[in-house]
Structure formats: C-alpha cells, structure tokens
C-alpha cells in the first residue's frame, strides 16, 4: 500500500496479455533495484474482450486504458503501466503521466516466411496487420500491390496464422516481437521518414493519480523517466492530439533527440492512402508540445482537417 509520506508497495495495474505482463514486469524490476515491492493486478480491458473486430470497428479511443484507469481513479491500483501508443492523447481528470522509460525498438516489421523485404512480395500477397497506419502508408508508398488484410490476436497469435498460410506476410511492431523473444522472426524493418510509426511506439506509460504525485509520482520521476525519450514523445503525442486524429487514426509521427535538438517529423494520410500531408521540424528539449502542436497546426492549414473530416465521418457510420 502507498502511504502519505512513504511507499512500501507499488500495485502495478495491467492488461494481461503477454506483452502487457512483460511491460508491467519490467517496471516492477527497476523499482525492485531501488528496494520497491511490488504487485501485479491485471485488469481486462474492452480491448482485450473483443477479439472479432478490427481496432478501429471497436468504435472507441482508450479501449485498451479505459478499465485500468478506472481502477487507478478508484485506488485499486497504484499505477498503470500502458503501451504509449494505446494510451489517449486527452488526460483524464484526477490522472497524469508521471514517466516514461527509455524508448525500446520503434518502428514496424516485417514478417514473412518466402522473402527479406516488403518490396520484395509478389502482387496480391496478403499482408496482415491490425493498424490503418500502417495500410495507408504501405499503400501511398508501395500502390495497390498487396491485399492490405486485418488481423487480430496477440503476437504468437498471428505469428501462428503466417505459418499456417493464412497471410503471406505480417507487419508488427518491432517492440514487441523483441520483447517477446521473436525477434529471429523480423525479416526487415519499415525504417523512418519512408514509413512513420504510431505516437509513443516502443514507449512505456506510467500514470499515476494526481492525489498520488507526492508519494508515487515523484518517486517514478526519478526512478524511471528517461528525459530525451519523455521529450520525444509529448511532442509527438502534441502532435495527435491538435490533429485530433485519436490512437487509431493514419498518422505517423516520430521525434528523436540528436545532440541535444528536438526533432520531429510527421504525417497524416487519408483512409484510402491515396494523399498525404507530413511535416518536419526541430526546436529545443524544454518545449516539445510547442513543436508538436505547431507542425500539426502547419498541416491543418495546409488541408489536412479535410483528411480529419473524413475520419470522424467513418467513425459515425461505425
């Protein structure tokens, strides 16, 4: 339990798939080094209890936080360790990001059993992967080529359909795979600025409640924030939240720290692929939401919100 003035346990709220549980672990071993107990508490999530839909025909943003930061607001848990990219630009009341760890593996991958490169795949391959960002930007850099297909399940999950021949090849995220013990099965990977990841991919999040920042927030601040990457990833969680695209909106966006400098470069494509509008700039470490939130308002000005129209439109018919 976490007290006023002193923490003698940290309850560690999660979803309870394998990645999840990995993450939360993780967590719990840096704050074992500093002689903190720790317990575990997974909590099933809307996103996890649907398994037959594609994310975005889920029809809600947060479906893999909500419920664990129900449990955080209600004091069930402690903290909520989050992949940052399931995690909703738009705080909640009473919650704060208190720390993000060092970045792991950011960007996408690819699997196949026959060829190295996507490039490489014969017309009309089926291609598997659960993301429309991902679909759009193969589609705006590749063409119509392959048949772009959804697919749900965890890691093993889908690993399973590609050997079984159900796609010719899987584009999954690189964390994961590493942080699962698959990462004899990355062929290649699809690299920066050709192909963008998602906001905070390969990023932990840790909430805390607001009530809480005394005792847990601070103490997670010196324990586990990693600076250059906390930087990178509010500026490019700035970036999501002014185009108001949500997690599961065609938008890439990816900042790193290069001696000292803040860069970002991002991109929102419309649903179909077809048209594109990106943007790269730089400034300071101490002011990344201003570089996030002024390259997304860049692209709004230069047409853009018609691609956001067009989202929130497909959204409703869902």
């Not at 840790?206 to 920042?213: C, D, G, L, S």
């Not at 939401?289 to 308002?297: M, R, S």
Request: glycine share 10%; with cysteine; proline share 3%.
């Amino acid at each position: 339990m976490v007290g006023n003035s002193s923490v003698s346990c940290i309850r560690i709220g999660t979803r309870g798939s394998k990645l999840a549980l990995w993450q939360a672990n993780f967590v719990a071993g840096e704050l074992k080094k500093h002689n903190i107990e720790t317990e575990i508490a997974v909590v099933k999530t809307s996103g996890d209890a649907v398994q037959d839909r594609s994310i975005e025909n889920i029809g809600a943003q947060g479906v893999f936080t909500r419920e664990i930061q129900r449990a955080l607001l209600n004091g069930e848990i402690d903290i909520a360790v989050h992949s940052l990219k399931d995690l909703p630009t738009e705080p909640v009341d009473g919650l704060y990001l208190a720390a993000v760890p060092e970045r792991g593996a950011y960007r996408d991958a690819f699997l196949c059993n026959t060829v190295e490169h996507i490039e490489d795949l014969p017309k009309d391959a089926r291609v598997g992967t659960g993301s429309l960002r991902r679909r759009t930007q193969i589609f705006h850099r590749l063409g119509n080529l392959f048949q772009l297909l959804d697919v749900r399940g965890n890691v093993e999950t889908r690993i399973r359909k590609l050997d079984a021949g159900e796609y010719d090849a899987l584009i999954l995220a690189e964390a994961g795979l590493r942080r699962l013990g698959f990462a004899d099965r990355i062929c290649s990977c699809l690299e920066p600025p050709i192909f963008l990841p998602a906001a905070g991919q390969g990023a932990l999040g840790i909430e805390v409640a607001e009530k809480n920042r005394k005792s847990v927030g601070n103490l997670l601040n010196r324990i586990l924030l990693h600076r250059q990457t906390f930087s990178a990833v509010l500026a490019e969680r700035a970036f999501l939240r002014t185009l108001q695209g949500g997690c599961i909106a065609p938008i890439g966006v990816f900042g790193q720290v290069i001696e000292g400098q803040l860069t970002l470069h991002g991109r929102i494509l419309s649903p179909d692929g077809r048209t594109a509008f990106e943007k790269s700039g730089a400034s300071s470490v101490d002011a990344p939401e201003t570089l996030g939130t002024a390259l997304a308002e860049e692209l709004l000005k230069a047409g853009a919100g018609k691609i956001i129209e067009q989202i929130q439109q497909l959204r409703q018919q869902k």
